[in-house]
């Protein structure tokens, strides 16, 4: 695979970028450059143009005025729904996951609009907040392990028809609605609730992108010794009783 090459787009780390997300990008950065692959990683702050021709873009999470901020500014843009409509492969966080649907409620309690890359509009809910460890059962047509994650958010999220879940949960609050379902995802686009980063729980995940991306079926195996002990510690920590 030396001869391919993989363009990695960061959107936004000044505004989107809670609870570690960044570490994300590292993670499919590094699992890349150990095959092979020769990498070009493209940090673009809320100031500049999205660019439109990466192969995955990575979105994190932010807090309620910088998510606000950060779908103003996508929408105005525009990059990133026209990489979309090129065939790249979009995976977002939390704050992110709800710019990529319809509408959210923002900071001062209006409906913001999305990007609309998802089927899905957020609603703030009205309960606790959902905190905590989840672990969820990513849906089987992506051939992914378990999910293992960190969650911290207040917004509910409600899947359109167009919109498959990522996961179905197992412990925790997913989107928040009550009928088991974490996340949400099309053939290129993934949003998803968890931090953790969520890269670093789950490898297989930034392996699927990778895949997508080069559109193969499968790459070559890599020392996953690191990431399985971290699974192994989370996931545990997750089913032990409060």
């Known amino acids: 695979m030396t001869d391919s090459s993989l363009r990695l787009v960061w959107v936004y780390p000044d505004l989107l970028s809670t ?18 692959l020769n990498v070009e990683r493209v940090d673009v702050r809320s100031d500049q143009p999205i660019p439109t021709s990466g192969d995955i873009y990575l979105i994190g999470g932010g807090e309620d005025r910088p998510q606000r901020l950060a779908a103003e500014r996508l929408l105005r843009d525009g990059g ?4 979309a409509s090129n065939g790249a492969i979009i995976f977002s966080v939390c704050a992110g996951y709800q710019i990529l649907g319809h509408e959210f409620i923002n900071d001062v ?23 905590g460890d989840v672990l969820a059962d990513i849906d089987p047509r992506l051939g992914l392990p378990q999910l293992t994650g960190f969650e911290n ?14 996961a179905r949960t197992v412990f925790g609050n997913g989107n928040g609605t009550g009928d088991g379902t974490e996340g949400a995802y099309n053939d290129t686009v993934f949003g998803t609730y968890m931090h953790g980063p969520v890269m670093a729980r789950n490898p297989q995940i930034a ?8 559109d193969v079926n499968a790459l070559p195996p890599t020392d996953d010794r690191w990431y399985e002990a971290l699974r192994a510690e989370r996931i545990a920590a997750a089913t032990q009783p409060a």
């Open 153 to 166: 958010h207040q917004g509910i999220t409600h899947l359109g028809p167009t919109a498959r879940p990522f």
């Open 80 to 83: 990133l729904p026209r990489a």
């Open 19 to 36: 609870y570690g997300d960044q570490g994300n990008v590292l993670v499919v950065e590094r699992r890349a450059r150990q095959r092979g």
């Open 207 to 214: 392996d699927l992108l990778l895949k997508l991306a080069l």
């Open 109 to 131: 309690g209006e409906r913001q609009p999305g990007l609309g890359l998802l089927d899905v509009i957020t609603t703030r809910g009205e309960g606790a907040r959902c905190v």
